[in-house]
């Protein structure tokens, strides 16, 4: 994954340098909502993880597109006065990809005065989240 087409306003959490095998990214979200809901109830309650990914008909996209999924949407989203919008990659930068429309999503978030942001494993989204609690 190419860290260097994020612009530098998205901010990311986790060590960029650390190389090793590591959990796959839909594991390190399982286990920052499981950190989440255990730790912090009430904003767990509310957080979601869009699902704007993975095969299905043309038809069934525009049906879902028409439904308002958006491409892009980043894997974390708790609704707040000031948003925390986290996309979580693995620990290993290395072993993920960029989607279509993730660094828009992103960055329109950012935009909109979202905490927008991306997390290298589940902890680096928990370094992410108490960065946002900081600021808010």
């Known amino acids: 994954m190419n860290l260097s087409k994020l612009p530098p306003e998205i901010v990311i959490y986790g060590d ?4 090793g095998v590591c959990p796959a990214e839909t594991l390190e979200q399982m286990t920052f909502f499981s950190w989440l809901r255990r730790e ?3 904003l767990g309650a509310i957080a979601i993880h869009p699902r704007n990914e993975g095969g299905r008909t043309w038809q069934a996209a525009q049906r879902e597109k028409a439904e308002g999924m958006t491409p892009g949407a980043s894997d974390v989203i708790i ?3 000031r948003s ?3 996309e979580i990659k693995r620990q290993d930068h290395t072993k993920s990809a960029w989607q ?3 660094i828009e999503y992103l960055v329109a978030a950012h935009h909109a005065g979202a905490f927008a942001c991306v997390a290298l ?3 680096g989204a928990v370094h ?3 960065a946002w609690r900081d600021a808010v």
């Open 121 to 123: 494993g589940w902890a």
């Open 128 to 130: 992410a989240f108490g």
């Open 100 to 102: 279509d429309r993730q």
């Open 79 to 81: 609704p707040a006065a």
């Open 40 to 42: 912090h109830p009430t």
């Open 84 to 86: 925390f919008v986290c």
């Open 16 to 19: 960029v340098a650390w190389r």
